[in-house]
């Protein structure tokens, strides 16, 4: 289920009524824990926090003129996905957050590069994931960015 129109708010209408109320509170916890310099858009289908270009006006390289992403939020058919760059771009965070993530569930971590998915709601890690937005500025962003993707 990929859901595509222009704003947030048409974004979460589209929602599952089930998966409303955590979805709002997964985008508070990212807006509270980001460090300052993202901003939230839409992008590919998500609700997507970037570099805006007046930052970065170098941008995506995989689509021109488009703000460099960094975390997006998404409701698909079957869980909510919280994709985080900063775990695929640096080991050390990834090690930190696969070790921490038994400390938050007991679940199983469902986890791809940058995808962390929960099928149920209840089980969304709102403390850990608010960690791991306090863990990369813009700054350093960029700079990983620029080390590992830039071509």
Request: include cysteine; aromatic fraction near 14%.
């Amino acid at each position: 289920m990929q859901i595509f129109v222009d704003t947030v708010e048409e974004y979460i209408s589209q929602i599952p009524e089930e998966r409303r109320e955590a979805f709002r509170k997964l985008l508070e916890t990212v807006d509270r824990n980001l460090p300052k310099g993202f901003q939230q858009t839409m992008q590919y289908g998500m609700v997507t926090w970037v570099v805006p270009m007046e930052t970065y006006p170098a941008g995506y390289h995989c689509a021109k003129n488009t703000p460099l992403p960094f975390i997006s939020v998404a409701s698909q058919k079957n869980f909510i996905a919280f994709y985080n760059m900063g775990v695929y771009a640096d080991q050390k965070i990834l090690d930190w957050f696969v070790n921490e993530f038994p400390n938050h569930s007991k679940k199983k971590l469902d986890m791809g590069k940058s995808c962390i998915r929960f099928k149920k709601v209840e089980d969304i890690t709102y403390d850990l994931l608010g960690e791991l937005c306090q863990k990369i500025s813009v700054d350093e962003w960029i700079a990983m960015y620029e080390k590992n993707y830039k071509k």
